[in-house]
């Protein structure tokens, strides 16, 4: 058994697209101990969360994740400027995993340059989703420092 099975990590999962959150949260619910911090369809939604803006300020309710998967087009603010956000404000530690649509090494580039840990080309089904979810249980096995679950 990894190190993980035996730990609950919180996880922000960010996805504008209802049924890939839908399927993204259900996987990493039943194929790990992630816990599910927060199902957010939109890039306003992350920020207060992180910031602990309003009913997220109180972090018994509403703990910090320790992950945070983040698609890149998100209506209003995007998960470019998700990622940027999280560069210029003074929080803890937190893996970033990108998920995308798009082909473009370019914003695969962007998203790393930007402080993304991993950056996966969205899955179209299951067992996309399961391989990812796999490779995301072995990113959160050797977190960077400071990050503990």
Same mark, same amino acid.
């Given at each position: 058994?990894?190190?993980?099975?035996?730990?609950?990590?919180?996880?922000?999962?960010?996805?504008?697209?209802?049924?890939?959150?839908?399927?993204?949260?259900?996987?990493?619910?039943?194929?790990?101990?992630?816990?599910? #911090?927060?199902? +957010?369809?939109?890039?306003? %939604?992350?920020?207060?969360?992180?910031?602990?803006? $309003?009913?997220?300020?109180? !972090? &018994?309710?509403?703990?910090?994740?320790?992950?945070?998967?983040?698609?890149?087009?998100?209506?209003?603010?995007?998960?470019?400027?998700?990622?940027?956000?999280?560069?210029?404000?003074?929080?803890?530690?937190?893996?970033?995993?990108?998920?995308?649509?798009?082909?473009?090494?370019?914003? #695969?580039?962007? +998203?790393?340059?930007?402080? %993304?840990?991993?950056?996966?080309?969205?899955?179209? $089904?299951?067992?996309?989703? !399961? &391989?990812?979810?796999?490779?995301?249980?072995?990113?959160?096995?050797?977190?960077?420092?400071?990050?503990?679950?």
């Amino acid at each position: 058994m990894s190190p993980l099975k035996r730990l609950d990590c919180w996880v922000l999962v960010a996805d504008d697209d209802a049924d890939d959150l839908l399927l993204l949260c259900r996987t990493l619910e039943d194929m790990t101990r992630f816990r599910i #911090a927060l199902k +957010a369809g939109n890039g306003e %939604a992350v920020l207060a969360y992180l910031n602990g803006d $309003g009913e997220y300020g109180d !972090r &018994e309710a509403h703990p910090f994740p320790h992950l945070l998967i983040l698609d890149l087009k998100l209506p209003g603010v995007d998960g470019f400027e998700v990622l940027r956000w999280i560069q210029t404000h003074p929080i803890p530690p937190l893996v970033v995993v990108v998920i995308t649509g798009s082909q473009n090494p370019k914003d #695969a580039a962007r +998203a790393r340059a930007l402080g %993304a840990n991993a950056v996966f080309v969205k899955p179209v $089904g299951l067992a996309h989703i !399961r &391989e990812m979810t796999v490779q995301v249980e072995r990113i959160m096995e050797t977190a960077p420092k400071g990050v503990t679950c």
